[in-house]
């Protein structure tokens, strides 16, 4: 069994930061791409940024030069550190990850999900 566990979020103000963890675990034999989607209410769920194994980063477009996404292979774990938030960044973020179990089979698991609120 494979499973995500998400931290990191909360309330912050508009301009500031905060950091969002995700960490794979259970009967994992490899880790291919690691990400965060998030889903404002009301939205369709939407990408945010997505890491390879080798650390290509793909953003999207409105995140771009304010948010970095980075990955630790030993931990099974991904980072977004996201700075300069605006109110338009409020959503619920949640991990995927493609991963390779101990069978081998290939899956495309997601996490349960944190509240970012971005707010004054």
């Known amino acids: 069994q494979v499973q995500l566990v998400e931290s990191g979020g909360g309330l912050v103000q508009p301009g500031g930061s905060l950091r969002l963890s995700c960490a794979a675990s259970g009967r994992i034999f490899s880790i291919n791409a690691m990400g965060w989607y998030r889903q404002a209410a009301g939205k369709q769920r939407e990408l945010v940024a997505v890491i390879t194994r080798s650390g290509s980063t793909t953003y999207a477009d409105s995140v771009k030069r304010r948010f970095t996404l980075s990955r630790d292979n030993a931990k099974n774990t991904v980072y977004l550190q996201m700075n300069s938030l605006k109110p338009e960044d409020t959503a619920v973020y949640y991990c995927?990850?493609?991963?390779?179990?101990?069978?081998?089979?290939?899956?495309?698991?997601w996490g349960r999900g944190t509240q970012v609120t971005v707010s004054s």
């Open positions: 995927n990850a493609a991963i390779s179990d101990w069978s081998r089979t290939r899956g495309d698991y």
